[in-house]
Nanobody
Framework: QVQLEESGGGLVQPGGSLRLSCAAS????????MAWFRQAPGKDREFVAA????????YYSDSVKGRFTIARDNSETTVYLQMNNLMPNDVAVYYC?????????????????WGQGTQVAVSS
């Protein structure tokens, strides 16, 4: 049974930091590209970041580049998203996802497995 379980969300002040984790099981983690997407209220789900199978390549949306860092630990079958300098427009439910494809990493339709999401809120 495939599972992606996100954790680490919460409420922070503007400028604060959070580290999201996504623990994977039920599939060969190291064979999959991993990504984070987010969905704000009333908006479509959008790409945040992705990482290659061995972690050597990373991809970011322009809105988070320089503030967020994606990483993975294949021995722990976990992918992380370090989020720094959080801003009000980062408020969303954050989802991790897995894809066996190397192209279309910014396209949510390319991802096979999804977690249930974790809420990130930013407020003073």
């Amino acid at each position: 049974q495939v599972q992606l379980e996100e954790s680490g969300g919460g409420l922070v002040q503007p400028g604060g930091s959070l580290r999201l984790s996504c623990a994977a099981s039920g599939f060969t983690f190291s064979n999959y590209y991993m990504a984070w997407f987010r969905q704000a209220p009333g908006k479509d789900r959008e790409f945040v970041a992705a990482i290659s199978k061995r972690g050597s390549l990373t991809y970011y949306s322009d809105s988070v580049k320089g503030r967020f860092t994606i990483a993975r630990d294949n021995s722990e079958t976990t992918v992380y998203l370090q989020m720094n300098n959080l801003m009000p427009n980062d408020v969303a439910v954050y989802y991790c996802a897995a894809s066996s494809l190397s192209d279309g990493l910014r396209d949510s339709n390319k991802y096979t497995y999804w977690g249930q999401g974790t809420q990130v809120a930013v407020s003073s």
